[in-house]
């Protein structure tokens, strides 16, 4: 079993910046994939980023490639997401899901545990 608590999100204006930190419990967090996921109104969950077992390979959605950044410290049990030059799209509950598997995938129906959300709010 595993726990994941999301946190750092809240209200930043176009062109700011947030760093999401997601604290996980239970399992050795070093054995599991992570990605992040958002969700704003209205719409279906979609991928971020998401980073290997490993920490060696990051993906990311083509929406912010080159404006998040996502890393994560094992030892911590810590996954992290630095997101830079937010824009109202942005928008949405940021998520933190973990997988088993060795690379993250972009579906959510590949991850087995997840957060209760953190709201990131950018306004125009």
């Known amino acids: 079993q595993v726990q994941l608590v999301e946190s750092g999100g809240g209200l930043v204006q176009t062109g700011g910046s947030l760093r999401l930190s997601c604290v996980a419990s239970g399992r050795t967090f070093s054995s599991d994939a992570m990605a992040w996921f958002r969700q704003a109104p209205r719409k279906e969950r979609e991928f971020v980023a998401g980073i290997s077992r490993s920490g060696g390979s990051t993906y990311y959605a083509d929406s912010v490639k080159g404006r998040f950044t996502i890393s994560r410290d094992s030892a911590k049990k810590t996954g992290y997401l630095q997101m830079n030059s937010l824009k109202p799209e942005d928008t949405a509950i940021y998520y933190c899901?973990?997988?088993?598997?060795?690379?993250?995938?972009?579906?959510?129906?590949?991850?087995?545990?997840w957060g209760q959300g953190t709201q990131v709010t950018v306004s125009s």
């Open positions: 899901e973990t997988t088993i598997r060795v690379i993250p995938g972009t579906d959510e129906y590949q991850y087995d545990y």
